[in-house]
């Protein structure tokens, strides 16, 4: 599964090869691209958008796990928790606030050269 915004469709956008929608994202409506789909989306359908284009078709429970994992995500962490990596006082920090071997932000490694 990705990472994946859920919206409803309101309609299909004419032209563009029928490959556009108009969707509700949280009240705000936004043109995406369904062409990767078998089928266009129904009007009332939920979808998930990655990076403006629709990825997949949900249903109304699966529309409301994917934004309560994205709300969760933008939760901040409690200041004292001992399992925050990316804490500069955590015991395996070995180089200033970046792991060494891997544990970096999105696994780069902190000694290594691009």
Do not use: K
Not at 9 to 33: C, I, K, P, S, T
Not at 55 to 70: I, P, S
């Amino acid at each position: 599964m990705c990472l994946g915004i859920p919206g409803r469709v309101v309609e299909a956008v004419a032209g563009y090869g029928d490959q556009l929608a108009l969707v509700d994202v949280e009240g705000a409506r936004r043109r995406v691209n369904v062409g990767l789909l078998d089928e266009p989306p129904a009007p009332g359908q939920w979808v998930l958008i990655h990076m403006g284009f629709v990825v997949e078709t949900v249903d109304a429970d699966g529309a409301a796990r994917a934004l309560a994992g994205l709300e969760m995500m933008g939760r901040p962490r409690p200041a004292d928790d001992p399992d925050d990596p990316y804490d500069p006082d955590h015991p395996d920090d070995e180089a200033g606030g970046q792991r060494v071997g891997g544990g970096g932000p999105a696994g780069i490694d902190a000694g290594s050269a691009p």
